[in-house]
């Protein structure tokens, strides 16, 4: 190779990778355990299988993780919902862990049991009991 085609090569090359770097996002993407084991709750923790939920929800990751609201902005794209719904809400946020998981105290609505009311209609077995899902071997 002359000097000439050399001296291009590498030109491409860098050019190739300031094109990576600036198309990557601006924050690292963290990566999810496979299983997490959210703790917090006098009852006990909840084993939460992230990877098989992940194929339950076709891979849609904004089925759980909503986009960033005014009120708290992300700082990456999923992130632990306990960062922002803490124990008890405090201004400008509303929504507790609680209220973050199962929208009331009775655990009767919310993301995670409205699905599992869903799938249990079509014959699985989700759980929608308080026992079910907090455990005090998980904490
Ligand atoms: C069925 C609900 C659900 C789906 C679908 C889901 N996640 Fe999650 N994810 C969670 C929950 C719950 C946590 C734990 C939150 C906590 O610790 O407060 C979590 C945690 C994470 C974390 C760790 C955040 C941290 O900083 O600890 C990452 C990263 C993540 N998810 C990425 C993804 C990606 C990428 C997808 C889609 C491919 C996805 N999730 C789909 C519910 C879900
Ligand atoms: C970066 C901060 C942040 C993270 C992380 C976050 N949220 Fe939120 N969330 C908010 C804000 C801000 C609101 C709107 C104010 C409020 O309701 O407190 C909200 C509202 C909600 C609401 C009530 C409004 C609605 O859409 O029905 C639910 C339920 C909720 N989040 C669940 C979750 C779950 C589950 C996760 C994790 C998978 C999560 N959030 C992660 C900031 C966050
Ligand atoms: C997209 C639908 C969907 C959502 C959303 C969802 N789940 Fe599930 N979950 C399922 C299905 C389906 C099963 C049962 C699978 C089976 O046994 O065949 C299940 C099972 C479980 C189990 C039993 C162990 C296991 O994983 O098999 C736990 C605990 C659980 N879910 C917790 C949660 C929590 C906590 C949330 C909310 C953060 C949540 N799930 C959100 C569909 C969902
Ligand atoms: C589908 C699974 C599921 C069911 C069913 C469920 N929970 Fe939860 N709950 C969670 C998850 C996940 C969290 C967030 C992790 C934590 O704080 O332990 C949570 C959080 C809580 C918290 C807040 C703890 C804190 O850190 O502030 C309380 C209290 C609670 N649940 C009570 C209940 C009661 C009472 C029932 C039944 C009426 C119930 N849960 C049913 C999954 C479930």
Known sequence: MSKKSLLAVLAILCGLGLMLSLSAPAYGQAKAKDTIILKGAPMGGVKFEHKLHTERAANKCEVCHHASKPEKASTQPQQACTECHTKTATA????????????????????????????????????????????????
């Open 92 to 139: 400008p946020m509303k929504t507790n862990t609680v209220g973050a998981f199962h929208k009331n105290a009775t655990a009767t609505a919310g993301n995670c049991i409205d699905c599992h009311k869903a799938e249990n209609a079509k014959g699985k077995k989700a759980p929608v009991k308080c026992m079910e899902c907090h455990k005090k071997e998980n904490t």
